[in-house]
């Protein structure tokens, strides 16, 4: 079992800047992809970015391309995306979630055996 707990959300300005952090505890990332998916408020769950297992592997959402940077330490059994530029329309809770790493970077949730629990972010006009 992986548990995930996500860090790092909160309220900031359009134009502003946050950096989530996904930790994972019960095994090592380091076998893991891991995901990072948000869900604004009446909203489907979406795909933001996820990583390979040794991070050399990344993909994004064409709406977060160049603005998000999904990155990991496997030494700190964490992943991280750093987002810039931030838009109201970000606002949502952001998870992280893992699965074996197969050699395909996964888009779809359901792709996904392990969640954490969420964090919001919120950017205000």
């Known amino acids: 079992q992986v548990q995930l707990v996500e860090s790092g959300g909160g309220l900031v300005q359009a134009g502003g800047s946050l950096r989530l952090s996904c930790a994972a505890s019960?095994?090592?990332?380091?076998?893991?992809?891991v995901g990072w998916f948000r869900q604004a408020p009446g909203k489907e769950r979406e795909f933001v970015a996820a990583i390979s297992s040794s991070g050399g592997k990344t993909t994004y959402a064409n709406s977060v391309k160049g603005l998000f940077t999904v990155s990991r330490d496997n030494a700190k059994n964490t992943v991280y995306l750093q987002m810039i530029s931030l838009k109201p329309e970000d606002t949502a809770v952001y998870y992280c979630a893992a699965d074996l790493y197969r050699g395909n970077l996964l888009l779809r949730a359901k792709s996904y055996d392990y969640w954490g629990q969420g964090t919001q972010v919120t950017v205000s006009s």
């Open positions: 019960g095994r090592t990332l380091s076998s893991y992809a």
